[in-house]
């Protein structure tokens, strides 16, 4: 009992720095380059859909294509992240906290991605743009790497139609920012991952 409660608790904490991410910083500023919390605000400006149901359907979906395409065992991993974001990303409001537009992608995209890396750290995910990938991989042998960059493309392209040139370039960068930041934290911690191991054996 006391091991899922900590579970729900790192969980927790991961989707809540993405959910700030979002709202805080990259929503307000129309910046919308991070997975399904992006597209539920492209679709939320283009149609007047509201973005959380739109992020519930999306999350709802890939959660049926991972139960029936792919193993169990994804499934029961990303499961409680896909169904914790969209409650999140709706409680906490959007609200622009900072006025420049810079400091905002930049904050903004790096705290988006350390929430994804934490979430990863405790293999977990908040579900939506990470699943297709996994799935073109697996029944058209594409490499998964391959398939994000054609999801992120298809992100950056609603970014030229719905909102405008200007926004898709800024939209690229903080991808660009988003994928450099994971690799810097998954490097930092795979250092001191191996520094602990390191000092643990010297002791024994």
């Known amino acids: 009992m006391i091991k899922q409660i900590v ?17 805080f910083f990259l929503l307000p500023h129309n ?3 991070a997975g399904v919390g992006a597209i539920g605000h492209l679709l939320e400006v283009h149609f007047t859909f509201n973005s959380s149901y739109t992020v519930w359907l999306i999350n709802l979906l890939m ?3 991972t139960y029936l ?3 169990k065992q994804l499934f029961s991993k990303i ?7 969209p409650v999140y990303l709706s409680f906490i409001p959007t609200n622009q906290l900072l006025l420049s537009y ?3 992608l930049i904050i903004g995209s790096s705290l988006f991605s350390l929430g994804v890396f934490y979430l990863y750290k405790f293999n977990s995910s908040n579900g939506g743009v990470t699943i297709p990938p996994i799935i073109i991989e697996k029944y058209f042998k594409i490499p998964s790497h391959l398939g994000l960059l054609l999801t992120n493309l298809i ?6 139609y719905i909102l405008s040139p200007i926004d898709g370039l800024f939209a690229t960068l903080s991808i660009l920012i988003i994928t450099f930041s994971i690799q810097l934290f998954t490097t930092i911690d795979n250092r001191l991952v191996n520094k602990k191991v390191s ?3 010297v002791k024994d």
């Open 7 to 23: 579970y729900l608790i790192r969980i927790s904490i991961g989707v809540t720095i993405i959910s700030l991410a979002l709202n």
């Open 31 to 33: 910046i919308a380059s």
């Open 63 to 65: 959660l049926l294509l």
């Open 69 to 71: 395409l792919l193993d």
């Open 79 to 85: 499961f409680l992240g896909s169904l914790l974001f």
């Open 102 to 104: 810079t400091a905002s």
């Open 155 to 160: 992100i950056v392209f609603l970014n030229f």
């Open 199 to 201: 000092k643990n054996y």
